[in-house]
């Protein structure tokens, strides 16, 4: 009867061979082709590219992973760019608390590391931004640490392997237990990606391709037809919707009234525009203004412009917005009108740039419908 170590290493052996043929060519990646002619992969990329996945698609990360490395190259490049500037580079890749660590992560690496990343994922777990996850993929990839990774992706491919069906979360004990028999091997980064790559084109959360699994003879949920119901997971509770109101505003001049967001808290440190208290008490947010105000940001001709919708994670934002056009000199109670030519919707977070196309074709409709003066 064949071993369980003969058997994981049989596993291991297949998921690299087809790794070995069948890598995604991604620019912060280095392949195994390349990896045997002895070129390393760069950390700076590596954990760039983590944080950005962080909740984000591979196809949306790509383009903005090639503009974030071409306008800062190297973390010492990161680490001097104004916070501003890099919040607005990140704009509609969400989660901005991973923007906020992200400069300060460069920072320290950048002052007290001498601009190298630590090799081993107990040092990098004491970086700003770094969990557990992101410091065993870095460790794992840039640096060979046998580490056990597992996101995602490879928690679905672990659970369908050893046909774990408990459900999450309380079943990823178990899932980090069976991965930890996967890893450590002689090419533990290899192995964290090839497990990535075969989740996104073959173990799919959905519909998932077994007849071109390279290891379905390892696979004990295929063996059983249950691959497609693993991982399982308990049922979640309602997302709850929560209703407020944003105020966009331009004057006579064709100045936005914009503010920034407070630094902690939901969409922390990100240019919006005022509104009332919709994200009080989202998950230990701050609420969306300091003082609590709720009301208009300045007197206004204010109409409803209809209304955006948008899902966090933890609840659903269903806004109305109202819009005015008003004087060139008036005077905000909040937030301060920024110049034609100085706003960049691009900068906006996504749930703001809703708002502003809702408004933007509102005003026009109110202009056409009101006429000429």
Not at 65 to 91: D, G, H, K, N, Y
Request: hydrophobic residues 40%; aromatic residues 8%.
């Amino acid at each position: 009867m064949e071993s369980g170590k003969l058997q994981i290493d049989r596993l291991r052996h297949r998921i690299l061979a087809w790794y070995d043929g069948a890598a995604r060519e991604l620019p912060w990646r280095v392949g195994p082709a390349s990896r045997r002619r002895g070129e390393r992969p760069d950390p700076y990329r590596v954990w760039l590219s983590e944080v950005m996945l962080q909740q984000t698609t591979v196809a949306t990360v790509v383009p903005r992973f090639q503009s974030f490395v071409a306008r800062w190259p190297t973390v010492e490049a990161l680490a001097a760019a104004p916070e501003a500037e890099v919040m607005a580079a990140w704009a509609g890749l969400g989660y901005y608390a991973r923007a906020r660590n992200l400069v300060r992560c460069a920072r320290v690496v950048a002052t007290e590391h001498g601009g190298r990343f630590p090799p081993t994922s107990t040092e990098l777990r004491r970086l700003p931004g770094i969990g557990p996850y992101t410091a065993a993929a870095i460790a794992a990839i840039a640096f060979d640490e046998p580490a056990v990774v597992i996101d995602g992706n490879i928690e679905r491919v672990t659970a369908r392997l050893f046909a774990i069906a408990e459900p999450l979360p309380a079943g990823r004990g178990a899932i980090a237990r069976a991965a930890a028999e996967i890893f450590p091997s002689d090419r533990p980064g290899d192995l964290a990606q090839a497990l990535m790559d075969l989740a996104a084109s073959i173990c799919r959360p959905r519909r998932p391709r077994c007849s071109e699994c390279p290891v379905r003879q390892d696979c004990r949920a295929a063996e059983a037809g249950l691959a497609e119901d693993l991982p399982r997971r308990r049922p979640r509770a309602p997302r709850e919707t929560r209703r407020g109101t944003l105020y966009v505003a331009r004057n006579a001049r064709g100045a936005w009234l914009l503010e920034r967001r407070p630094a902690s808290g939901l969409l922390g440190g990100m240019p919006g525009w005022p509104g009332d208290d919709w994200d009080r008490g989202a998950q230990g947010d701050d609420p969306a203004g300091a003082d609590g105000a709720s009301g208009p940001p300045l007197p206004g001709p204010w109409r409803a412009a209809g209304t955006v919708r948008h899902v966090f994670t933890h609840f659903t934002a269903e806004l109305d917005v109202h819009v005015a056009e008003v004087a060139g000199d008036a005077h905000p109670l909040r937030g301060a009108f920024v110049a034609a030519e100085a706003f960049d919707p691009a900068a906006l977070p996504t749930l703001m740039k809703k708002a502003y196309a809702r408004a933007v074709t509102a005003l026009s409709d109110f202009e056409s419908a009101d006429g000429p003066p």
